[in-house]
């Protein structure tokens, strides 16, 4: 369940538009933001910051009410001043870029357990994970009883929409409730509906979209745009396999919002070149059907795993994310079914964004941040397919389990109210949405190449002699 890109036709040739359903832009006034922590029952843990219950995550709020709007600049100042009066000292070691951080499961286990004890708070290095930016090998070290993460990793800061982003890449870093989510999510992401996010129009939204546009006194107007907004309703978010209200989630939906804006030609590209769904149905000949519904939605995108001869390496390879797509048509009924020809258009559009998503990912930081965590639950899956921790000997009890340490929560989103935009070509005007994201992390296991070449890499990598949960 994804939501549709609507592209109509008019009875008589007078002009061709596209109707479409699209997340609102319009903003509200928001309440100062303000620094909280999480507290759990009936266990007394660690305080883990949480900047905002809107949480400004990848140029996207969530009010009370479970409303999604995109984030304005002052959003991100308020963010911005609140973290920095919140946020401890960088340690100097972790103040450097490195092209292989490692970190140990087994210790940062052990790491948490003491601040618990301690009563004390999480410090940013644990939050961040030390700075990686992404995971590129997993190790299993059974004489040390441990898996060790590995990664290129930098010195963090505050970015422009509210993410702790690298130094170097300006890519957001790993998170420790993201790590802990798809740990605690792997098997529902195996047997379970799976983990996505999803923003639709209801069926009766559909179907009384359908009977204003059989009208054949309909002309394209401001009354006729509204009328459609009215008649679609608000669209329904939902989310899968992980929980709604966790950062997880957010960033899947702010992934997806932020590939709406793109397509609907509502938000400039970043990048050069780089044109909307709508410039490019503006600028073709081809005529369109009369109801065509194409979709979009970003899926998980690897290339074979490496795995050593041994099993106790192996590094993830490819870009992680790609955008996919396919055509549907709006029946009678209100629903949506499968088209029968392909939308090449559509095709082309989902083509450029895998083409160019880690380009785009440098400056809309949503995009990089589903990156990371397709990463982590493609990590979780093969910890748990390969059964590392039994072999490990290694136990994460706090890792694993939402009993003592969960991430901060944010407002669940709920609704998403629907919008028009427009754009105008020879041939009439067009409007457009799109949308979903999914995360099939088992399927990236199914193909594998061993290699001995990671085995010079896990000894480097473990020759380290350091006590500390994370090492260069």
Known sequence: MFSRTILLTPRGGHFLFAAALLTTLLVTPVTAQVVSSVSLRPFVTALIPVIGRNGAIGGVMVNAAGVVRRAESSDSASLRRAWSRARMPLPDELSRE??????????????????????????????????????????????????????????WRLGAEAAMVAEGTKTPVLRLDDLMDALRTVEVAETGPGISCSIDPTREGLLQLKRLLSSRKLRLSAATIQRMRQAVGDQQVTITGVAPDSHFARVMLAADFQMKTLAMDLQEAPVARFPSYLELLGATSRQSPQIAAPRWWLAADYEPLLRSPDGRAWQLRGPGVQAMTEDGHLIEAGEIVAATRKNHLAESWANALSERYAELGESLTAFAALRNCMDLAVVAALIAKEDMLTEAGCELPHLLSAAHIRGPRYNVPKTIESQVSLTRSSRGWFVSISGGVEIDSWSVLRQVETSETLLPVRQAALKSDSLNWWWD
């Open 98 to 155: 490195t092209g292989l951080r490692m970190v140990s499961l087994r210790r940062l286990e052990a790491t948490l357990t003491r601040h618990l004890k301690d009563k004390t708070p999480f410090p940013n290095e644990i939050m961040f994970l030390a700075g990686l930016h992404r995971v590129e090998y997993v190790f299993v070290v059974p004489d040390r009883r441990d898996i060790v993460l590995a990664g290129p990793a930098d010195a």
